[in-house]
């Protein structure tokens, strides 16, 4: 039944991604991006990448022997997290299995890649209110409250302070919920059921150390600065003009709204809607907002294949050397 809600979703999703293609016009659309061209291309590429960084730091730091030699493995698992989430037509939990996964095929202890990966997941959300707040502020004094804006306000308004409760809970579930801990963990993994006790005690050592969390939730709030960053510079390198606080503004209601949407892989559909919507409130065409999310998806892509195919390499050979050494005991 989840399954066929989810297709359901992403079908509906393309159809709404089509229907805008078509209704803003295609030849707008491939004009935005061919005046982009490769060289825009390589630059938003390469500060996806910085990305990784900022976001494997934010995971590496809520690690109490985490040190600069591993944060490779944790810039790996992020990628494959974030690859697994924007290209496959899958949720965004089986991102987080996927990512612990890859970080605890290179050596990190199955408990504490996946206690790590909730820490995260929960220290981002975190630093994702304070930018739809951030934002939230800029659409105000940058609109005022007219109309749409208004009711757009108000959404990210009570969006946000329901975010901030749950944010909460989950922390308390997380530190004080055996059951909680055991079904989590039995829903990340098959066998971490089993030793839930483990799953627990990791979560309880990370937020045992405070300043880690707080360290994450910073560095996870200077990269969605980042994500706007990103964004900014790519529709400056298509020719249209807009400030950085503009696009922080953007971006902020953007994620927001996929966050609602989160039973939509990828968000496809939400999120080139969401850019043609509001890219006129600060006066750029709506169809540099669907040339951007396509752009944004390519790029995605181009980074995301080969880091799935490795990862699918290594589990491929983690499987191989699982089934010879059991062989070899027989």
């Known amino acids: 039944m989840k399954k066929t809600v989810i297709l359901v979703a992403a079908a509906l999703g393309a159809l709404a991604a089509v229907y805008l293609v078509i209704d803003i016009g295609f030849a707008a659309i491939a004009a935005a991006i061919v005046s982009f061209g490769w060289t825009g291309f390589a630059v938003v590429c390469t500060l996806v990448i910085v990305q990784f960084a900022l976001l494997s730091a934010a995971w590496c730091v809520l690690v109490p022997n985490c040190t600069l030699k591993s944060w490779p493995t944790f810039f790996w698992g992020r990628a494959v997290r974030d690859s697994a989430g924007d290209i496959l037509p899958l949720t965004q939990l089986a991102g987080f299995v996927f990512g612990a996964r890859a970080i605890a095929?290179?050596?990190?202890?199955?408990?504490?890649?996946?206690?790590?990966?909730?820490?995260?997941?929960?220290?981002?959300?975190?630093?994702?209110?304070?930018?739809?707040?951030?934002?939230?502020?800029?659409?105000?004094?940058?609109?005022?409250?007219?109309?749409?804006?208004?009711?757009?306000?108000?959404?990210?308004?009570?969006?946000?302070?329901?975010?901030?409760?749950?944010?909460?809970?989950?922390?308390?579930?997380?530190?004080?919920?055996?059951?909680?801990?055991?079904?989590?963990?039995?829903?990340?993994?098959?066998?971490m059921g089993a030793h839930a006790d483990a799953f627990a005690r990791s979560i309880r050592a990370i937020y045992a150390a405070p300043r880690r969390v707080i360290a994450s939730v910073a560095i996870h709030f200077i990269a969605w600065l980042g994500?706007?960053?990103?964004?900014?510079?790519?529709?400056?390198?298509?020719?249209?003009?807009?400030?950085?606080?503009?696009?922080?503004?953007?971006?902020?209601?953007?994620?927001?709204?996929?966050?609602?949407?989160?039973?939509?892989?990828?968000?496809?559909?939400?999120?080139?809607?969401?850019?043609?919507?509001?890219?006129?409130?600060?006066?750029?065409?709506?169809?540099?907002?669907?040339?951007?999310?396509?752009?944004?998806?390519?790029?995605?892509?181009?980074?995301?294949?080969?880091?799935?195919?490795?990862?699918?390499?290594?589990?491929g050979r983690q499987a191989l050397a699982v089934r010879a050494r059991r062989a070899a005991e027989n």
Not at 290 to 306: E, H, K, N, T
Request: net charge neutral; proline share 3%; hydrophobic share 55%.
């Open 227 to 315: 994500i706007a960053f990103v964004g900014w510079v790519a529709v400056r390198l298509i020719g249209a003009h807009v400030s950085y606080g503009s696009f922080v503004a953007i971006e902020s209601a953007l994620s927001a709204i996929r966050s609602a949407a989160v039973i939509v892989p990828s968000a496809i559909g939400v999120q080139e809607a969401t850019y043609a919507m509001l890219m006129p409130l600060f006066h750029v065409c709506p169809e540099i907002g669907v040339a951007l999310s396509l752009i944004r998806r390519s790029c995605s892509v181009a980074i995301g294949v080969p880091v799935l195919l490795t990862w699918q390499g290594l589990e």
């Open 105 to 191: 095929l290179r050596g990190v202890p199955t408990t504490d890649a996946y206690a790590s990966t909730i820490v995260d997941v929960t220290a981002e959300m975190l630093a994702q209110i304070l930018f739809v707040i951030v934002g939230g502020i800029i659409l105000f004094y940058s609109l005022g409250l007219h109309a749409l804006h208004s009711r757009l306000l108000v959404s990210l308004f009570f969006g946000c302070l329901l975010a901030a409760l749950g944010a909460v809970g989950f922390i308390i579930l997380q530190n004080r919920g055996h059951e909680f801990a055991e079904g989590l963990a039995a829903r990340l993994h098959p066998k």
